[in-house]
């Protein structure tokens, strides 16, 4: 499974950016394609996260700002980030597992990573 992630790049505080991934190779056992991101200095954070049959999870703090979609045909996960903030900063990473709906809180059996992208947030 392989796993490219785009859409990265420098913002202003309020703006908006749309991160996309693709998923391609062997993906018939994935089903939950996710989001996570790493600021400088600190522990990758999950974000959000999709099932193909479109069940959610959210990070709490992000939820409202953060909106995650996918389309399913194209192998395509995306999020649409809102109202950014400086702390936004991080790289931004990609991830598909085989965790179905309502699986959220149960370990993947298979865990793909992409290559991040880079998300800046400054005046």
Known sequence: VQLQASGGGLVQPGGSLRLS?????????INAMSWYRQAPGKQREFIAAITSGGSTNYRGSLRGRFTI???????????????????????????????????????PKYDYWGQGTLVTVSS
């Not at 991934?21 to 056992?29: R, Y």
């Open 69 to 107: 979609s996918r389309d399913n045909a194209k192998n395509t996960v995306y999020l649409q980030m809102n109202s950014l903030k400086p702390e936004d900063t991080a790289v931004y990473y990609c991830n598909a597992d085989d965790r179905g709906d309502h699986e959220w809180t149960r370990a």
């Open 21 to 29: 991934c693709v998923a391609s190779g062997s993906i018939s056992h």
